[in-house]
């Protein structure tokens, strides 16, 4: 079982960033693929970004090149830094853990994009 609490939304300016944090409880954590996901008002939930157990990273081409997702192993946490941020990029950002079967969601953290 793992446990997930996302944290460090909140509201940003256009062209600002963000940092946002997702801390795991439980073990192996090093052995999950780790991801954020979002999903805005009326729309459904998007994949941002991924980050295997191996490092191997990917991201939506909406977001290529402003966001960068990293994992601290030790800390058993999974970082979304987010740059250039624009006003579609307002959504409900969730970390996701992912192995085998299991599949794990965190509640979610607001970003809001307004100037």
């Known amino acids: 079982q793992v446990q997930l609490e996302e944290s460090g939304g909140g509201l940003v300016q256009p062209g600002g960033s963000l940092r946002l944090s997702c801390a795991a409880s439980?073990?192996?954590?090093?052995?999950?693929?780790m991801g954020w996901y979002r999903q805005a008002p009326g729309k459904q939930r998007e994949l941002v970004a991924v980050?295997?157990?191996?490092?191997?990273?990917n991201y939506a081409d909406s977001v290529k090149g402003r966001f960068t997702i990293s994992r601290d192993n030790a800390k058993n946490t999974v970082y979304l830094q987010m740059n250039s941020l624009k006003a579609e990029d307002t959504a409900v950002y969730y970390c996701n853990a992912a192995r085998g079967n299991s599949l794990y969601w965190g509640q979610g953290t607001q970003v809001t994009v307004a100037s």
């Open positions: 439980g073990s192996n954590f090093r052995l999950y693929a």
């Open positions: 980050n295997t157990r191996g490092g191997i990273t």
